[in-house]
């Protein structure tokens, strides 16, 4: 074999190796593509999860509170909480109590608009998890005197309440 003739066989060799490493390394970024989805799709639902838990906890522990049962089921029984004027039910005692409570509901419902718009949570549980809840529960906080949030959530319950009030409709 001539010299020119080793170094086509060298040229040909080489575009087989260039051309292998290339599927090779498709093969691994489609691979690595699917254990990212799959790693985001795990994370999402475990912060699903602790969401979840996380107000499943509060929902039972208000339930067993000796302080905060009692004034629930009281505003239940006077209209809460679609009819805002079930607050007037309340002594101040249990109005500070339930405000307590209240404030710690929006901080929840706050956190939870965050992830929403940080694309942690997908639309349809924006739609009809959160922005549900907080159409309702907003003119309670509004009569409470609750304004302790981040600017983005209280202009999104100002943009719901305006929407709401255009349809008349509860989403």
Known sequence: MTIIELGALGELVGAVAVVATLVYLAAQIRH?????????RLALAQTYQMRADSLQTMLVQAA???HIAPIIT?????GYPEDVDSLDALDDTERGRF??????QLTHWDNMYFQYEQ???DEEYYAHSIRARVVRLAPIWRALGITG????????IERL???DRSTGTDR
């Open 74 to 78: 009281k505003l239940i029984d006077a």
């Open 32 to 40: 690595n593509t699917r254990v990212m989805e799959e790693n985001e």
């Open 161 to 163: 309440a305006a929407a």
């Open 119 to 121: 694309g942690f949570l």
């Open 149 to 156: 949030m981040r600017d983005s959530f209280a202009q999104e």
């Open 64 to 66: 067993d509170s000796t």
């Open 99 to 104: 405000r307590q409570w209240h404030i710690a």
